[in-house]
């Protein structure tokens, strides 16, 4: 069974920091793409930040240099350390995972985990 628990979430003032992690299981981690996607209220879902499995990591240009994802394979973990967090930094936070080959692509998501940003 295919699992990704998202934790970490929470309410903290601009400026502040969090620190997400995206616990996988059910399936072989480190052949696995990771990704932090995220969605506001009335607005679409984004990429925030993508690791491959060869440790290539790239960043939506709205937190480059804030943003910081890496990833544990021997604990099944991928982070995402976010430092000088603004309002518009406010959203669900969605790990994904996916491995895409030529005959068939595999995809799954987290149920998410909310983080807030005061001004």
């Known amino acids: 069974q295919v699992q990704l628990v998202e934790s970490g979430g929470g309410l903290v003032q601009a400026g502040g920091s969090l620190r997400l992690s995206c616990a996988a299981s059910?399936?072989?981690?480190?052949?696995?793409?990771m990704h932090w996607y995220r969605q506001a209220p009335g607005k679409e879902r984004e990429l925030v930040a993508g690791?491959?499995?060869?440790?290539?990591?790239n960043y939506a240009d709205s937190v480059k240099g804030r943003f910081t994802i890496s990833r544990d394979n021997a604990k099944n973990t991928v982070f995402l350390q976010m430092n000088s967090l603004k309002p518009e930094d406010t959203a669900v936070y969605f790990c994904?995972?996916?491995?895409?080959?030529?005959?068939?692509?595999?995809?799954?998501w987290g149920q998410g985990t909310q983080v807030t940003v005061s001004s």
């Open positions: 690791i491959t499995s060869g440790d290539s990591t």
């Open positions: 059910g399936f072989t981690f480190s052949r696995y793409d």
């Open positions: 994904n995972a996916r491995l895409v080959r030529i005959i068939r692509s595999f995809e799954y």
